[in-house]
């Protein structure tokens, strides 16, 4: 098994298990009577990231893997982690919006209004480049970063609504 094989798995292992936590936190948040926003953009979320990291593995795996980059990435993951910590509950892969809840100002979100959008954006460009495929990182940067355009407006005016 080569180095960026094992990287390969280990993302995608971590991506599945998000995926779990996203939906447990999704239906636990909707019971509570929290509403989903914008949801027909969601498709396309899940189509670019599992295209990234289907394309990641058809050229990747057998890659040299620049340790640099590498190291980025793994310091992305660290971020990624106070992300999710910081939100608990109430993180999801959805826009979901739980009315008369207070906004989340602690953590990574002292500093950004949407930290994990710019810790997804890193990571679609630098896990590509750790494994030399600067083509690959671009073309993903720019679909990402179009469906992140009509995320965040979604996102902020549902913030914007509740916040009154």
């Known amino acids: 098994m080569t180095l960026a094989t094992l990287i390969l798995a280990l993302v995608t292992l971590q991506r599945l298990g998000e ?51 590498l190291s980025i990435f793994i310091l992305l ?12 509950s109430r993180w999801t ?27 997804v954006a890193a990571e679609i460009a630098i896990l590509p480049l750790a494994l030399h495929l600067v083509l690959i990182a ?5 679909l990402n970063a179009l469906v992140l355009v009509i995320r965040i407006r979604a996102e902020s005016r549902a913030l914007a609504t509740v916040r009154g």
Not at 59 to 68: A, C, E, F, I, S
Not at 93 to 119: D, E, K
């Open 138 to 142: 671009s073309i993903f940067t720019v």
């Open 93 to 119: 892969t959805r826009i979901i919006v739980l009315p008369n809840a207070p906004m989340v100002t602690s953590g990574p979100y002292r500093y950004l209004s949407h930290p994990n959008y710019a810790i």
């Open 19 to 69: 995926l779990v936590i996203s939906r447990y936190n999704t239906r636990r948040l909707l019971a509570q009577g929290a509403i989903e926003i914008a949801p027909g953009h969601y498709p396309f979320v899940v189509m670019i990231h599992a295209a990234w990291l289907t394309t990641l593995w058809i050229w990747g795996r057998g890659q040299d893997v620049n340790l640099v980059a």
């Open 77 to 88: 993951q660290a971020l990624r982690v106070w992300v999710l910590a910081t939100l608990g």
